[in-house]
């Protein structure tokens, strides 16, 4: 692959001390000789290479937006991991997503969720039924059944049971199909014709359309037992009247043009700052690439903001 044609002029030294760095003299080498395999130059190779991974990362949020009926135009993109922040505005450009958000610590920001998270067990219970052939009480029997067994493994964890807050979904779908969706129901309520309005509406949400007439089938009902934990809020400070200045000047290449492209330590970037792109902005965890018509702010969370800026010279 073109990674591994890359990886492959790596030096052993390289990765001695727990660190990866690039030999830029044999990455261009490497990716000149791929270039002249189909008449580009190193750099043009390059970002076709990049172009691809974007698309494919473009490609994969499409699947879980545009084909379940959700438009991503609406929404920012939060980036996290080692190589997120890298690739999310490029990635965001071609989803016409105008905002990207970086947490602290991006590349540990898994981590960090797994602290904050709260406690939870799920349990389920098979009823394979058409919603009308339920008897009233049924599924409030399954549910009870379900809110003790949980309750029960809670509470060998030292948790009280005041403190658990149930959630309850219904996996439904129309007799005869082979996938179902869950639908949410409010704790407590077991109305079937408010369940069956809850799917129809689901379904079509997710689809585009929905056969209000046909029959609809309960598959399972599942209850997830959650205790709430105390999330630790984390405050930042800056000396006062620090202010980013770039540590060096990178070439950078853009969609094929050539740009002065700054490189900023993030922990000199503090709110109320702006800062156009390209950009390149460095920390412990991840590396942060800040496309041209890029605007990096800092919010009140102390999460880097990426705003694409309207009119500028490179505007889609």
């Not at 996996?171 to 309520?189: F, K, L, T, W």
């Not at 369940?195 to 585009?208: P, S, T």
């Not at 046909?214 to 599942?222: A, Q, S």
Request: proline residues 4%; contains cysteine; negative net charge.
């Amino acid at each position: 692959t073109d990674a591994n044609l890359v990886l492959g002029h790596l030096d052993k030294e390289h990765f001695l001390d727990g660190r990866m760095e690039l030999d830029e003299e044999k990455a261009r080498q490497a990716f000149s000789e791929y270039g002249k395999k189909h008449g580009l130059s190193a750099e043009a190779a390059a970002e076709g290479v990049l172009d691809i991974s974007n698309h494919k990362m473009a490609d994969a949020i499409r699947q879980i937006t545009v084909q379940r009926g959700i438009d991503p135009r609406g929404f920012s993109m939060l980036a996290f991991g080692g190589a997120g922040p890298m690739h999310a505005a490029l990635i965001a450009e071609e989803l016409d997503i105008r905002e990207v958000l970086i947490p602290q610590l991006p590349g540990a920001f898994s981590a960090w969720g797994m602290l904050q998270a709260d406690v939870h067990h799920d349990g389920v219970r098979t009823v394979q039924k058409e919603l009308a052939e339920i008897a009233d009480r049924e599924l409030g029997m399954l549910e009870e059944e379900l809110h003790s067994e949980l309750t029960e493994i809670l509470e060998t964890e030292d948790f009280e049971k005041k403190d658990i807050i149930f959630q309850k979904a219904l996996e439904m779908r129309y007799v005869g199909q082979s996938y179902a969706i869950n639908v949410d129901i409010p704790e407590g309520d077991m109305d079937r014709a408010m369940i069956e309005e809850k799917f129809h509406a689901q379904y079509l949400r997710l689809y585009g359309h929905c056969s209000a007439k046909d029959p609809v089938e309960v598959v399972n009902l599942r209850v997830r037992a959650v205790v709430p934990t105390e999330k630790i809020k984390v405050t930042v400070s800056y000396e006062e009247g620090t202010k980013a200045e770039p540590v060096k000047t990178l070439r950078g290449i853009f969609k094929g043009k050539e740009y002065d492209t700054a490189v900023y330590k993030r922990d000199q970037i503090v709110p109320g700052q702006h800062l156009p792109g390209p950009a390149v902005i460095v920390e412990l965890t991840a590396t942060t690439v800040v496309p041209p018509n890029w605007d990096i702010s800092v919010n009140a969370q102390n999460q880097v903001v990426l705003t694409y800026m309207k009119g500028g010279e490179d505007e889609r």
